[in-house]
Structures are given as structure tokens and as C-alpha cells.
């Protein structure tokens, strides 16, 4: 016979300890030294170059929006070949966020910049033949600014909790639920962090100063806190960074007519990812070869962005050539590295050149229509980034 007394439910703020050590410890340190390491163990490099899933019979494989943050290219060019045994021709350009990486005779990067017709950041893939980037000294230089907005936004993230931003701080609670005992748990550990980051920030790879220092190393306090309260405390960051990142100043970026202007004096083939995050760039017919119609996190859309990518190519538009369709994998080869256990499932199942969009019944209608596959996509982007 059941008891008929009630169960007792462990209610997510009972499980927030009372007092945490302010200074830094030793266990502390510690985690901060794992989660900001780039030399692959073992057991990380048999995750990254045996990919979970092989997919039979794709002959060409298009993969021109992915990043391999500090995973060795060999590792990455290994677990493609094993994902793929039937490939027979590919196009495989990484696509670093404000960074020029090259892989084999291609090099890329993603990079962020200002639309100011619309009063938005936006982002741009930018792709080159490999020998055209060797005197790029002026885009160098415009990534390089880029790239420093990465580290700062982190540090403003962290003066949020710490100095503190409290209009910030109380719309996240608000959205989140998180109460003050949450807050306290939460700030202790941002104390900490921005601490080590003082402390070792020289040392470590510029790559590695991101908000991602502040996911992975609360996911590191898991055995010792318990998901519960992790969970929550992660839900409560997302909320603050939401608020950190709207904030973030747009004069900040180069406008993208200007990174348009360089990158075309290179000979680089340009392409629009996510735009339904930033729709309106659709409308502003800039210089670009193609859109992104489907990734892994932008894939509502697609059909009504190959009619509008089919609409334009009738119309014509300020290149003068017809708009490719493209589909991205938007992989981040760190995730992968990480324990099966504290991965971002969503993100960990993405893989380079994975787009199955492409054969999708429904969709596979609209590509027809528009003459779309990866084998006519990768021969004239191919051309193009030659000419």
C-alpha cells in the first residue's frame, strides 16, 4: 500500500548553500585551468576525430559556415572523411568569428559588423583561395578590432553581476525567477573567475576569453552543487548576456558596406548567414554571392528565403549575378571536445557539412525549382572564388 503522505520535494532554491569561500581555492583554480586548456587529451581527440554518425551515399559535401575554434585542423579533416567514405567532391571552408583560418586551399572567417540602414549588427561570411589572404594587412587589421568586441563583451557580462548593472541584473531575475540567494551564489563565482582571469588572462589564447568562460566553468560545479541549482544558475546568466549583448554599442563594428569593399578588392566570395535572425538585410541588395537558407538554428524560413533568393535572381540585384542558395552547419568543433555529459546537446549534434535539408521531400521541391543542389552550388562558388 502506497503511504499516503505527501512526497517531499526538493524545491530548487533549498539546494543553494549558505556560504561560499570568496577566495579563490585551489579546486577553483583548478577548474579554471581545464576549462581554458587547448591541448586535446586523449580521450578529446577520439571525440572529435570518430564522428558519432556516417552518412552513405553524399557525394558532395558543402561546408562553408563552421568554426574550429582550437581544435587541430588533421583532427577535423579526419573525422570528415570518416563521416563521409563516399565523398567525391567537396567545398570545406572554415569560418572562425573574427578570425582568418585556413583549411587546405580555402581560408575564412565570420565576422560581425554594422548595418546602419537598419540600425543592426550583422554577420558576413567571407571566403578567399587561401594565397589571396597573404597581404590582406587591412582586413587583418578590421578583424583584429573585431575580434577584441568578444573579450570585452565578456568583461562587461562579468561588471553586470560584480560592479553591479542592477536594472540588468533585475529584468533577468524577473524573466528567470532567480532570487537573491541565487544572485549572491551566482556573483561569488563571477568574483572568482573575473580574479583567475586577472591573474592568468596573459597566458591564455586570445580564443579563449569569451562568455563561454563563464558557461563552462559553472558547468564544472555540477558534482559539487548539483544540476538543479547549475540549471538554474545558467538560465539566469543566459538572461543576463541577452541583456549585456542588446546593450553592446553598434559604432562599435565596421560598417558592412565597408567589409563588403574590402573583402571584394581580395576576391572574396561573400554569403549572408542567419538571416532570419536579421531579416531586413535581405532588403539592402548588398554585393553578396548568397544566402543561407537553412543551419541548425535558423531553418524556419527556408523554403519562402529560396523564393526569395529565386524572386531576386529575376529581378536582378547589384552584383549582377545570380544569388547562390547555401545551407550552413553553423558547427563549433569545442563543444565536441567537452563530456558527453556537459555538452549543449543541440550544438553537439551539429557536424561539418551535415545539412539535411537538402533532401528533404518538401524542400527539395523549392531547390528544383530554383536549379539548387551541393554538386551545382560547389562548382560555381568554386568559379567564383577563382576569377
Excluded at 44 to 52: G, I, L, S
Excluded at 217 to 235: A, K, N, S, Y
Aim: aromatic share 8%; proline share 5%; glycine share 4%.
Amino acid at each position: 500500500m502506497k503511504s499516503s503522505q505527501p512526497q517531499k520535494r526538493t524545491e530548487w532554491f533549498s539546494v543553494i548553500p549558505d556560504k561560499i569561500p570568496e577566495d579563490v581555492t585551489a579546486a577553483d583554480e583548478a577548474l579554471f585551468d581545464a576549462i581554458t586548456a587547448t591541448r586535446l587529451s586523449e580521450d578529446q581527440q577520439q571525440r572529435v576525430a570518430v564522428p558519432e554518425r556516417v552518412v552513405h551515399r553524399q557525394e558532395s559535401v558543402l561546408a562553408i559556415h563552421w568554426h574550429p575554434e582550437y581544435v587541430p585542423m588533421p583532427l577535423i579533416a579526419r573525422r570528415i572523411e570518416a563521416m563521409y567514405p563516399d565523398k567525391r567532391r567537396s567545398l570545406i571552408i572554415p569560418t572562425q568569428h573574427n578570425v582568418l583560418t585556413a583549411c587546405g586551399d580555402y581560408a575564412g572567417v565570420e565576422i560581425d559588423c554594422y548595418s546602419r540602414g537598419f540600425n543592426q549588427k550583422v554577420q558576413l561570411l567571407l571566403h578567399f583561395v587561401r594565397s589571396r589572404i597573404e597581404d590582406a594587412d587591412l582586413l587583418k587589421s578590421i578583424l583584429a578590432h573585431t575580434f577584441k568586441y568578444r573579450s570585452s563583451q565578456l568583461f562587461e557580462f562579468m561588471h553586470t553581476l560584480t560592479k553591479p548593472v542592477e536594472a540588468r541584473i533585475a529584468s533577468a531575475a524577473r524573466e528567470t525567477g532567480a532570487n537573491e540567494a541565487l544572485i549572491d551564489f551566482t556573483r561569488v563565482y563571477i568574483k572568482k573567475i573575473s580574479r583567475l582571469l586577472e591573474a592568468k588572462g596573459g597566458d591564455l589564447p586570445p580564443e579563449m576569453i569569451k562568455n563561454k568562460i563563464l558557461r563552462n566553468f559553472f558547468d564544472g560545479l555540477r558534482e559539487q552543487h548539483g544540476d538543479t541549482l547549475i540549471d538554474r544558475v545558467q538560465t539566469f546568466l543566459k538572461a543576463v548576456k541577452t541583456r549585456v549583448k542588446a546593450e553592446f554599442p553598434l559604432h562599435y563594428f565596421y560598417r558592412t558596406s565597408e567589409v563588403i569593399e574590402e573583402a571584394r578588392a581580395l576576391g572574396a566570395g561573400i554569403v549572408i548567414p542567419h538571416p532570419e535572425q536579421f531579416w531586413p538585410i535581405l532588403l539592402a541588395d548588398y554585393d553578396v554571392d548568397g544566402i543561407e537558407v537553412w543551419n541548425p538554428q535558423s531553418r524556419k524560413y527556408t523554403e519562402f528565403l529560396i523564393a526569395v533568393i529565386n524572386q531576386k535572381n529575376r529581378c536582378g540585384g547589384l552584383s549582377k549575378r545570380n544569388l547562390l542558395i547555401f545551407m550552413g552547419d553553423d558547427t563549433h568543433m569545442a563543444e565536441k571536445t567537452r563530456a558527453p555529459e556537459v555538452q549543449d546537446q543541440e550544438k553537439a549534434a551539429r557536424e561539418i557539412g551535415y545539412q539535411p535539408a537538402w533532401d528533404d521531400f518538401s524542400i527539395r521541391k523549392a531547390l528544383i525549382r530554383a536549379g539548387a543542389n551541393r554538386r551545382n552550388v560547389i562548382q560555381e562558388y568554386e568559379a567564383r572564388l577563382g576569377q
